[in-house]
């Protein structure tokens, strides 16, 4: 089967393109970068995708994985976003209090969410979902932020904040706007483009995670980064490939390590256009999940899954009590047939 430009992608195409990237058929030059054009597609039913997803998921756990094989852009990126936070350029005010100074710019990037298949995205700095930014509650955030894309942008941060800074505003083609604001409350925010129509903006790639962290620090673990998300590629309001920090099947092809004992933070929010909800669920054991995470002494709730609306945020944290390869995905099944699924590598 030829792709047809004039035919709408269907969730049928991308769960045969899911199922022959996440089998290898992509080494064969299935898809080239930026190209969905014209490239022959094998016609699979649903029921053959479930067979072949089992399959991989029996050989991949029986013989295990190769996290340094065949990584391309996209997926390193995903990898990177998992723990990398940007903690600003850092100076003091005369008043004493900390100032930590970011650069975001957005853009017009084709962005890869899975191999060989390229998303025309808007986005900041470069990637979708964009850098994490973090700070301590308390302190001044300066973000520079210039928009170099073709359409005017913003930056909508949620928390606590003076109104003229709250991104509702929008900035130009080719001019500069300076947020500045005391980051407050801690907890697991999120920022956003917040101009009209919002379903295009966010959509397009123009989010990311924003920490700000308590006073007291919380307890030493393990922190991980993760923005669920979907991409609709024929532009008909339904997402056709689902992720996690941008990439579908990321952490599949690339299993977490983690340690045995230790404990692992997730800050996990959900930008999620088109869904009315997305989930996270745990295999084969429990965590405690703070809602926002504003108080690291409030009661959480202990459970396996959690459901997060779009802008929702939490923050996980899970202690895996033995060796072992744990699945995590999305508890829509089509969600994690289409891309939002990996597994905790634990040693």
Known sequence: MAFNLKRPVSRRDVLKWGAAGVLGAFSGGLFSP??????PVKAMTKHEVHSALKQHKHQTMAHGYDPGK????????????LTEFDYGKVSTR?????VRE?????????????????FPGWTYNGTIPGPTIRCTEGDIVRVKFWNG??????????????TRMDGIEPVPTGTEFIYEFEAKPAGMHVYHCHIPPLSKHIHKGLYGNFIVDPKVPRKKARELNMVMNGFDLDLDGENEIYTVNGYAFAFQAWPIPVKAGE????????????????????????????E????????????????????????????FPEPGQYMFHAHQSEFAELGWMGFFDVK
Do not use: W
């Not at 404990?263 to 703070?290: C, G, P, Q």
């Open 34 to 39: 930026g190209s969905l054009l014209g490239k």
């Open 70 to 81: 065949d990584q391309t852009y996209g997926l390193q990126a995903a990898i990177k976003s």
């Open 94 to 98: 005369a008043d004493g209090k900390t």
């Open 102 to 118: 970011y650069t975001m710019v957005a853009s017009d990037s084709n962005v890869e969410i899975a191999k060989g298949i390229t």
């Open 149 to 162: 894309s073709s359409h005017p942008h913003s930056i909508h941060f949620h928390g606590v904040h003076p």
């Open 263 to 290: 404990l692992v933070r997730v800050y996990l929010s959900n930008l999620t256009e088109f869904d009315l909800i997305n989930s996270f669920h745990l295999h084969a054991n429990f965590f405690n999940y703070y």
């Open 292 to 319: 926002v995470g504003a108080d690291p002494d409030a009661r959480p709730v202990m459970t396996d899954t959690i459901m997060q609306c779009q802008g929702q945020r939490g923050i996980l944290e899970i202690v």
